[in-house]
């Protein structure tokens, strides 16, 4: 299995005036999607039909998030004969609004995902729409299918070459494959996370091709085949206009804290890191609040540190399990550099590092994943690798992002 670092997603060219005056784009690991979402098509059941159906379509398959995979690096898919015994030859049969009417709380549906289109490759079209469709499918074995998981899973694990490999933390994948990655195992994650209704605890199901999920009126489970289905009890996500529930997607703040002269930079651990690793310090957005207060709310509660002035640099999607972290750079107050760890007990240690101690930290990291053990008797900084964007926010300060014009 590769063990390489991964690159980063690469951008088209861009001169626009925008990139002349503030820099260009950041692209994070786990962003840069080679695919259209054409997210308008997800309830157009004949589209969803005709790409399910394609030869050109790919499939990529998670067992418990752990993807399908080549090696390390590189995913691998399969064709829709070898999802059928699971999913059906016909998922997306009969319109969204016939499904929900034939909705049984007793049988377990797979979880099916649309990605999206290739459009580099164009051997589907659907109206004016081409390229080559990606599915993502949950093959966990649970509930009514279990069986048929299985079977499914045991007969992909047949194929020479290929492996589900572990999806804890996945940085390894090539940046393309981990952005399609990154879609597939959040989405699937908020489906699985939400089997039950928030308004009345009856069972949901999952609609627009795994984007959204809706508590149906009616049930058939128990009911004889062709009998009238089971009407339910009433739900307040029925009534109005929040009656479907989306997925979850939660803001972090995540920053690089400069000394107000420029020359250092704020790192912190917590207990979970492993001797000799630091980072920038982060902290979940709370409603009500710019992401500018939550900067400043966030470094003081856990350091101590006064920030005063903050730009926003650039964001990268986590899929551990649904975050969004918005990167930042802070600089600290000339009176507020003191490090206090006595309000919030999330860090173990926080020190301010020189731009050198950060540069030479940058220059000679190797680690694959954040907390990969220090080599024997090293006791040099260790950073997050760049796939992190810690490392990138680290980065932008000590080549200089302080001497642009800010990117807000």
Same mark, same amino acid.
């Not at 059928?84 to 995902?113: M, N, R």
């Given at each position: $299995?590769?063990?390489?670092?991964?690159?980063?997603?690469?951008?088209?060219?861009?001169?626009?005036?925008?990139?002349?005056?503030?820099?260009?784009?950041?692209?994070?690991?786990?962003?840069?999607?080679?695919?259209?979402?054409?997210?308008?098509?997800?309830?157009?059941?004949?589209?969803?039909?005709?790409?399910?159906?394609?030869?050109?379509?790919?499939?990529?398959?998670?067992?418990?998030?752990?993807?399908?995979?080549?090696?390390?690096?590189?995913?691998?898919?399969?064709?829709?004969?070898?999802?059928?015994?699971?999913?059906?030859?016909?998922?997306?049969?009969?319109?969204?609004?016939?499904?929900?009417?034939?909705?049984?709380?007793?049988?377990?549906?797979?979880?099916?995902?649309?990605?999206?289109?290739?459009?580099?490759?164009?051997?589907?079209?659907?109206?004016?729409?081409?390229?080559?469709?990606?599915?993502?499918?949950?093959?966990?074995?649970?509930?009514?299918?279990?069986?048929?998981?299985?079977?499914?899973?045991?007969?992909?694990?047949?194929?020479?070459?290929?492996?589900?490999?572990?999806?804890?933390?996945?940085?390894?994948?090539?940046?393309?494959?981990?952005?399609?990655?990154?879609?597939?195992?959040?989405?699937?994650?908020?489906?699985?996370?939400?089997?039950?209704?928030?308004?009345?605890?009856?069972?949901? $199901?999952?609609?627009?091709?795994?984007?959204?999920?809706?508590?149906?009126?009616?049930?058939?489970?128990?009911?004889?085949?062709?009998?009238?289905?089971?009407?339910?009890?009433?739900?307040?996500?029925?009534?109005?206009?929040?009656?479907?529930?989306?997925?979850?997607?939660?803001?972090?703040?995540?920053?690089?804290?400069?000394?107000?002269?420029?020359?250092?930079?704020?790192?912190?651990?917590?207990?979970?890191?492993?001797?000799?690793?630091?980072?920038?310090?982060?902290?979940?957005?709370?409603?009500?609040?710019?992401?500018?207060?939550?900067?400043?709310?966030?470094?003081?509660?856990?350091?101590?540190?006064?920030?005063?002035?903050?730009?926003?640099?650039?964001?990268?999607?986590?899929?551990?399990?649904?975050?969004?972290?918005?990167?930042?750079?802070?600089?600290?107050?000339?009176?507020?550099?003191?490090?206090?760890?006595?309000?919030?007990?999330?860090?173990?240690?926080?020190?301010?590092?020189?731009?050198?101690?950060?540069?030479?930290?940058?220059?000679?990291?190797?680690?694959?994943?954040?907390?990969?053990?220090?080599?024997?008797?090293?006791?040099?900084?260790?950073?997050?690798?760049?796939?992190?964007?810690?490392?990138?926010?680290?980065?932008?300060?000590?080549?200089?992002?302080?001497?642009?014009?800010?990117?807000?």
């Amino acid at each position: $299995m590769s063990t390489a670092i991964p690159g980063l997603p690469i951008l088209a060219a861009d001169d626009s005036m925008l990139s002349r005056k503030f820099g260009r784009e950041v692209a994070n690991y786990f962003s840069g999607s080679p695919l259209n979402r054409v997210s308008f098509l997800r309830g157009d059941h004949g589209f969803l039909n005709a790409a399910f159906a394609h030869p050109a379509t790919s499939f990529l398959l998670l067992d418990n998030y752990s993807p399908l995979a080549k090696n390390a690096a590189q995913l691998a898919y399969v064709g829709k004969e070898d999802i059928v015994p699971l999913t059906g030859p016909d998922p997306f049969k009969g319109t969204e609004e016939e499904q929900i009417k034939s909705f049984s709380s007793a049988v377990t549906q797979p979880t099916i995902l649309f990605l999206g289109l290739d459009e580099k490759k164009t051997d589907f079209q659907y109206r004016e729409y081409k390229g080559n469709p990606y599915f993502a499918v949950d093959v966990t074995p649970k509930g009514s299918i279990e069986e048929k998981a299985k079977s499914v899973i045991e007969a992909v694990k047949a194929k020479e070459g290929v492996s589900f490999i572990p999806g804890g933390r996945l940085l390894t994948l090539n940046a393309p494959e981990a952005a399609i990655y990154a879609q597939a195992r959040a989405l699937l994650d908020w489906n699985a996370r939400n089997p039950f209704c928030g308004g009345c605890g009856e069972r949901t $199901m999952s609609i627009h091709a795994g984007t959204k999920r809706v508590c149906p009126p009616t049930d058939l489970a128990g009911v004889p085949e062709g009998g009238e289905p089971t009407k339910r009890a009433g739900c307040p996500t029925r009534r109005g206009i929040s009656n479907l529930c989306f997925p979850r997607t939660d803001p972090t703040v995540i920053m690089a804290i400069v000394s107000s002269d420029g020359t250092k930079i704020l790192l912190g651990r917590n207990h979970r890191y492993p001797p000799g690793w630091y980072s920038t310090l982060a902290g979940f957005l709370e409603p009500g609040e710019s992401i500018e207060e939550a900067v400043r709310r966030e470094t003081w509660e856990e350091s101590g540190v006064h920030v005063g002035r903050v730009v926003i640099h650039s964001s990268q999607p986590w899929p551990y399990p649904a975050n969004l972290m918005i990167g930042a750079i802070g600089q600290a107050t000339p009176d507020g550099e003191t490090i206090n760890l006595g309000n919030d007990p999330e860090l173990d240690d926080a020190k301010w590092y020189t731009f050198e101690e950060v540069k030479e930290a940058l220059e000679s990291n190797t680690a694959l994943a954040f907390g990969d053990p220090l080599p024997e008797g090293e006791r040099k900084l260790r950073i997050p690798p760049q796939t992190a964007i810690a490392n990138r926010l680290m980065a932008a300060v000590v080549e200089g992002y302080l001497g642009v014009s800010p990117k807000i």
